[in-house]
């Protein structure tokens, strides 16, 4: 049975997600989508109206996968 995973990378500009399928019967691997997400939340004073729209799009993602695995966004403070 196919299972397919929804990866997160999380940024400080950009958020981008994959949703990747594996298919143990024939050990192949395939990128089903990715993209950059096109409603992150870049400010989080206006977490509660960006965070409406955010989960929304996620939600939609989500709901294709069987898991979720999300790098921790960590700022190291290089600007570049």
């Known amino acids: 049975m196919k299972k397919t995973v929804l990866g997160l990378d999380p940024g400080s500009k950009n958020f981008g997600a ?3 399928s594996f298919d143990p019967a024939t050990g192949k691997v ?3 989508r990715s993209a950059v997400l096109k409603s992150p939340v ?3 004073t206006r977490a509660g109206s960006e965070g409406k729209a955010f ?3 996620l939600g939609s993602w989500a709901s294709k996968a069987d898991g979720i695995v999300a790098e921790r ?3 190291r403070g290089l600007r570049g």
């Open 30 to 32: 395939q990128v089903e």
């Open 73 to 75: 966004f960590q700022s």
């Open 42 to 44: 870049h400010d989080l």
């Open 55 to 57: 989960l929304s799009e």
């Open 18 to 20: 994959a949703l990747v």
